[in-house]
């Protein structure tokens, strides 16, 4: 039961609530009543306030209100809200009318336009002086020095409001003695007449300098944006602090700039600060990228961060004074975590491209981050992969960029070498060309002077990237936490290792549901290893079940995705027997891996199979070595003598084309070499494995066929034995472009070759019965015809036996394409008469037939 009080209660509390309504309802009345009339406009100012001044409470109410009833065009409902805003919080109100766009446009437009009445005019005037005295106590009041100048900001930026002298005194004294000096400073970029006065301007640059210790990050920032004229960065800035869109004009710039140059005679101060820059501990991309306040820890370092980048973007420190930050910037990147910073990427490729620039002296240039620091880190953090891994990726992708530009600095330079003539348009190569002539003034012994033989010189050592899973890096990049990075990534890595690139592997990627309980197993390397030898054993001694192979061949590539290359190696040492094996091995002789005197290795088909793949990968590394190494090694003898610069460059032509031949010829001995192996394994072993080899060795070859088109036309001239013939052209899909170069084997001095060409024109011609196939078909009959006719003067054995090579072809035309039947009879006829046939197996062609 309720008691009678709190009956009483719930009864007042009632009626509180009916009265409260019915003032609401009161206020609607009064705003709606005569709604498109203006004439009683006055008297309904008069009534609002009268309400808010015997009902307090609805004061709110009614500002709220009469916002909501713009659309109605009430002419004196903003002097309403402006005289109730004084009674409420006038500043609150404001602010929150600039907030928002529709509010704003209306208030705006109310401020801006010329045609105010008296009591308009008295209510602007009134909220301005009102916003003055503000001024004057907003030391006493926490945070009002902030309101104030983002409220000013948004009279200045929207309204356009031009401040009286009076209100001038008033904001310097405010920014004088605030302490937000931060948003002090970007008030003075949004309003410039504040210190474009004489007087006004010597007391903030002094007050910039006094304040300069409280807000260094800040103050800094902003001064390396004016002088670098970054107007689109400042913008960002400055609309981040103020909370408004802001739009600094062009022709501002000059003035600020000139104030910064004051507080900053020279950039000593730049360079001191650079120095002494702090390390951000756990710089992650969830930090705001922005500060929010100047006396935010996290954030007045991420402004540091900020600060150098846009200073070694800009060459804030060009040709002036040493500039080292190597150490900071490891020891920076050393406390990244994820997901990665966008901040620190862009100071990455800022770096690098700083350590290349062409334009700077050789003692001011910034050098290249300590490769044994690098080294360390990795062999400190090898054992656990997904340890520090953003610090890891970081580190890897400056690796890559730097490479990169130092192989794109190496073409630059021999290109000018080799054309000095049409390089005038390039910028940088009119920079190489202009050091190359000042060497050569200066009679320098070498091509090259040693500001850009130092750039190309210094690099880093290949056993840092033994020690970086480059896979696992790839695979970790996919990762929401590291998008940014990602796609600079993986196009650097292609370029760079494409060997690790291949699209097979990616088959085998684990999913997301499974990746957790996989990579459990397979991040210890030396799990896999030990299962990798006892499978070997089993395979020697012809011990294992199709299940055990296939299990290994799934795990092998699971764990190719998280040790990449590491694992490709210690997979061929254990397979081929060889402990001291090394990656300068197998990249430098790819073919070592087909040369195990145990047959039994290459039997087993999921062995062989990731044999081929690590083949694959040492081909493509061997090639991309040859590539630079040949570029980097023509540009070092150029470089060592000026003499005979002409010989020199026929002798990089002479050295691309001998580069192509020789991979062009490790490319056949491979293909060669597996054809053998095929034959040898067929020999040795059941159908089911020789069927199985035949298609794994095929599939290989496909790939290499389609990877480079002119290794088919060199096996073919080449040659290989007439019973791989079928099995190639049913096993490889590739082997149509062969209709492409049987003409020339066809017309070939060498009779072997023009017999191989006619029994390969028949095997074609069986797997693609089609028109070109027909054309081919009919010439190769006819260089039947005329071997024919060569050999009528020579003995019957070698008649007979040129026959016998090409009689089975012969079959095959016309069975295939009966249009040709009476040419090969007639060829038939032809031998049978002059007796290179025998005209006892007339009934054995008709059988075939």
């Known amino acids: 039961m309720i008691s009678q009080n709190q009956s009483k209660k719930i009864l007042s509390s009632s009626l509180d609530y009916i009265r409260f309504n019915i003032k609401k309802h009161l206020v609607l009345e009064i705003l709606l009543d005569g709604c498109t009339c203006t004439h009683i406009d006055g008297l309904r100012h008069k009534c609002l306030i009268a309400i808010s001044s015997i009902w307090p409470s609805l004061t709110n109410y009614i500002i709220t209100e009469c916002k909501s009833f713009k659309k109605i065009r009430r002419h004196i409902l903003p002097t309403t809200i402006l005289n109730l805003a004084k009674q409420e919080n006038l500043i609150r109100v404001l602010l929150t009318i600039f907030q928002f766009e529709f509010d704003r446009n209306w208030f705006v437009q109310f401020l801006r336009s010329p045609n105010k009445s008296a009591i308009e005019k008295q209510a602007v005037d009134s909220v301005r002086e009102e916003l003055v005295a503000s001024c004057y106590r907003a030391n006493s009041e926490k945070h009002l020095d902030l309101q104030l100048f983002k409220l000013y900001s948004g009279l200045r930026m929207f309204a356009g409001l031009k401040f009286n002298e009076t209100e001038i005194k008033s904001l310097i004294d405010l920014i004088l003695s605030s302490d937000e000096i931060t948003v002090a400073i970007c008030f003075l970029l949004i309003y410039p007449p504040l210190y474009e006065a004489e007087t006004n301007s010597q007391r903030i640059i002094q007050w910039i300098k006094d304040k300069f210790v409280q807000a260094q990050q800040s103050i800094l920032l902003i ?104 150490d900071w910037l490891i020891e920076q990147i050393k406390h990244s975590s994820q997901p990665i910073h966008p901040v620190i990427i862009n100071l990455v490729n800022n770096y690098v491209t700083q350590i290349f620039n062409l334009n700077i002296l ?62 005038s348009s390039n910028p940088v190569s009119v920079t190489i060309a202009a050091a190359l002539n000042s060497a050569s003034s200066l009679g320098s012994s070498k091509l090259i002077p040693s500001s850009l033989e130092s750039l190309i010189t210094v690099k880093y050592p290949s056993e840092i990237f033994n020690f970086t899973p480059i896979n696992h890096f790839l695979t970790r990049a996919k990762e929401p936490e590291f ?152 540009l070092n003898t150029l470089n060592e003598s000026k003499a005979n610069q002409i010989n020199q460059t026929k002798t990089l032509k002479e050295r691309q084309e001998l580069k192509n031949s020789l991979i062009d010829a490790q490319d056949t001995a491979v293909i060669q070499i597996l054809l053998d192996l095929y034959l040898m394994i067929k020999n040795k072993s059941n159908q089911f494995v020789a069927c199985e080899i035949q298609g794994i060795v095929c599939s290989f070859i496909h790939q290499m066929f389609i990877d480079n088109m002119n290794l088919a036309e060199l096996i073919h001239f080449q ?87 090409v009689i089975s072809s012969i079959v095959t035309f016309y069975t295939k394409l009966p249009p040709l039947t009476q040419e090969c009879m007639s060829l038939i006829v032809n031998a049978v008469q002059s007796k290179s046939i025998d005209v006892d197996s007339l009934p054995s062609l008709i059988d075939i037939s």
């Open 483 to 634: 998008t940014i990075i990602f796609p600079s990534l993986l196009k650097l890595t292609i370029n760079m290792f494409t060997q690790l690139c291949q699209v097979e592997h990616s088959l085998y990627e684990p999913c997301s549901r499974e990746k957790k309980k996989i990579d459990m197993k397979l991040k210890n390397a030396d799990f896999l290893l030990e299962k990798l030898k006892k499978f070997k054993k089993l395979v020697e001694n012809c011990d294992y079940t199709r299940s055990d192979a296939h299990i290994c061949k799934i795990l092998w590539f699971k764990a190719y995705s998280l040790h990449g290359r590491k694992l490709s190696l210690q997979t061929s040492s254990i397979i081929l027997d060889l402990p001291n094996l090394t990656y300068n091995d197998i990249y430098t002789n790819p073919l070592i891996l087909l040369k195990s005197d145990n047959l039994q290795i290459y039997k087993c088909g999921p062995l062989f199979e990731i044999l081929l793949y690590i083949l694959k990968e040492c081909l493509l590394a061997n090639k991309n070595q040859m590539e630079y190494c040949l570029v980097e090694n023509h």
């Open 362 to 423: 050789n003692e001011f240039r910034l050098k290249p981050l300590s490769a044994e620091k690098i080294l360390n880190f990795f062999k400190e953090n090898h054992s656990e992969y997904d340890e520090n891994i953003a610090a890891k990726l970081i580190f890897y992708y400056y690796l890559l960029t730097y490479e990169s530009k130092r192989r794109e600095t190496v073409l630059a330079i021999l290109s000018v070498i080799q054309n000095p003539s049409s390089q």
């Open 719 to 805: 040659g290989y034995p007439k019973e791989l013939m079928p099995i190639l052209v049913h096993g490889v899909p590739s082997m149509h472009i062969c209709l492409e170069f049987v003409p020339k084997l066809l017309s070939h001095g060498d009779m072997d070759k023009q017999i191989f060409g006619i029994n390969l024109a028949a095997e074609l011609c069986e797997k693609y019965p089609i028109i070109r196939t027909f054309n081919v078909a009919k010439l190769a009959i006819n260089v039947a015809f005329t071997i024919l006719q060569k050999i009528l003067g020579q003995t019957l054995n070698e008649r007979r036996k040129f026959f016998s090579e």
């Open 223 to 326: 001064a390396v944006y004016c002088s670098s004229y970054q107007l689109h960065l400042l913008n960002e800035y400055v609309s981040n602090m103020i909370g408004f869109k802001f739009q600094l004009k062009s022709n501002s710039m000059t003035s600020i700039k000139n104030l910064f140059q004051q507080v900053f005679p020279d950039d000593s101060l730049f360079g001191e600060y650079s120095r002494n820059l702090p390390i951000t501990q756990n710089l992650n991309a969830k930090m705001s990228q922005l500060a929010q306040t100047s006396s935010s820890e996290s954030s007045s370092n991420t402004l540091g961060i900020y600060f150098l980048n846009q200073c070694i973007k800009t060459n804030a420190f060009v040709n002036r004074r040493h500039f080292d930050v190597s």
